[in-house]
Structures are given as C-alpha cells and as structure tokens.
C-alpha cells in the first residue's frame, strides 16, 4: 500500500525541477563567465547565430526529457493506485 500524496509529490518535483533549471539558467546567462547561459550571452555579442541555435536546441532537448520522465513516473502510479 502507497502513500496517497505519491503522485502529488512526483508532480510537485517536476515543477520544482524545471523551475530550478531554469533559475540556474538565468543566474549563468548574467552572473558567470562560463557555463550554458553565458554561451548565448556570449554568442549574440560575437554574432555567431549557429552557436546560440546549438545552445537552445540542446536546452530544449534537455528540458524535454527532465520533464517527460517524472511525467511518466506520475503517470504509472497513478495508473497503478487507479487498479486498486
């Protein structure tokens, strides 16, 4: 027998996932000298349009996946404690 809040707690950690990311994000792209968001910030000063392009893709990619994974876990136990 599982707890009921499981499938709340799961979905409260993707959105707090994706807000911390985010957040990091944002704090690299105006406070540091390197890492993701300082690569576009850094790309747009040099008009290299294909780096930002690569930048974005891969953050979009990766956003997806973090988001789809906790996603399908939500999804399986709410599944599994709708059987019972």
């Known amino acids: 027998m599982r ?3 499981l499938p709340e ?6 959105i ?10 944002i704090g690299e792209m105006f406070a540091s000298k390197r890492g993701l968001g300082f ?4 790309a747009m000063g040099l008009g290299d349009g294909t780096r930002i392009m ?10 997806i996946a973090m988001n789809f994974i906790p996603l399908e876990i939500e999804s399986a136990i709410r599944h599994r404690s709708s059987r019972n």
């Open 3 to 5: 707890p009921a809040i």
């Open 9 to 14: 707690l799961v979905a409260s950690l993707r």
């Open 16 to 25: 707090v996932f994706s807000l911390s990311i985010l957040g990091d994000f």
């Open 39 to 42: 690569g576009p910030v850094n």
């Open 54 to 63: 690569v930048i974005g893709v891969f953050l979009s990619a990766v956003a």
